[in-house]
């Protein structure tokens, strides 16, 4: 039998990351388990280049940009279930956003990996990669993709039934 215990949903508030939360909602409480929701926040400073660049703002413009993941982070977990599922909202800084996940979820014991992909093929892939692609090749665990628009496994009829069990 799969024990899902701990469900890590890695997002980046794009589409196919909320259809990765969707899916990952579904299966946590399904599985009663605990939804670690996942968002990757790049180092500013290491953005910064050149002797002009303003070094004292970085600090501040981190922050600034950390405080607005959250905000984000909160505003699409905001959920008016009458039961609640156990949630940790994880922001993590880092310029490797697929070496960060993969790390979390070895730390942490994740059952399962679920996130967004984008689909991209050909030059696309070759010039930005795939923090998806990335992800399945490192992951200490299973590691569900879902595309934008997806086939619709998870509907509200699915999701009121399971809620109601």
Known sequence: MITLKHILVAIDFSEPSDAALTYARALARAFNATLHVVHVVGQVSSAVYGAEAY?????????????????????????????????????????????????????????????????????????????????????????????????EFVTADALVAVARA
């Open 55 to 151: 070094t004292v703002a970085v600090p501040g413009l981190q922050r600034d940009i950390e405080d607005g993941a959250r905000a984000q982070l909160a505003e699409c977990l905001a959920d008016n279930d009458q039961h609640p599922l156990p949630t940790r909202r994880v922001l993590l800084t880092s310029d490797a956003p697929a070496a960060a996940i993969v790390d979390y979820a070895g730390r942490e014991r994740i059952d399962l990996i679920v996130t967004g992909t984008h689909g991209r093929g050909g030059v696309a892939h070759l010039l930005m990669g795939s923090v998806a692609e990335q992800v399945v090749r490192t992951a200490p665990c299973p590691v569900l993709t879902v595309r934008h628009p997806e086939h």
